[in-house]
């Protein structure tokens, strides 16, 4: 398999990589940095100031909000992502949760692939995915609203 295949497949499986020509791939793969870490290993902390997505190219990272997980990131997944643009603390931590082979972008490579054709697909693929959590949040959330009523309910029944 050559290289611009092998490019034209992560540009299918990682959503941050939609819609980019594998050359585009090729390019955002040669700024970044490959990072493997052993299980259990912190990523990063909550409250940390965060520069970096992280995207999983092997193994399963989990990320918690104190001891509760409120998210697990697979092959494909990224993160990261929300310190990085709005230049806040990361809002929880991340753990390795086996070992794992991270890439991974800071600001000035991000920086780098914005000054070229390929930002705004990128960009449009950064928001795409954090749509999606934002809607698997909400949905969460109107789950424990739903149940937070139905014990209030029952709670004023008995």
Do not use: W
């Not at 520069?51 to 001891?67: K, L």
Request: glycine share 6%; hydrophobic share 40%.
């Amino acid at each position: 398999m050559s290289d611009l295949d092998k490019y034209a497949r992560y540009a299918k499986r990682i959503p941050l990589f939609n819609g980019l020509r594998p050359e585009e791939v090729s390019d955002i793969l040669h700024k970044g940095h490959a990072l493997k870490l052993l299980k259990g290993k912190t990523i990063f902390h909550k409250g940390q100031l965060g520069r970096t997505i992280f995207i999983v190219f092997d193994g399963n990272v989990n990320i918690y909000d104190g001891d509760h997980r409120v998210a697990r990131c697979r092959v494909g997944d990224a993160f990261g992502m929300m310190s990085v643009l709005d230049h806040r603390p990361h809002s929880a931590t991340a753990v390795a949760a086996t070992d794992v082979q991270l890439f991974t972008l800071d600001e000035d490579q991000i920086n780098e692939i914005l000054d070229k054709q390929t930002a705004v697909r990128f960009l449009l693929n950064i928001i795409h995915v954090l749509c999606g959590h934002l809607v698997g949040n909400n949905s969460l959330v109107t789950k424990l609203e739903r149940k937070v009523e139905a014990l209030e309910s029952d709670s004023e029944n008995n």
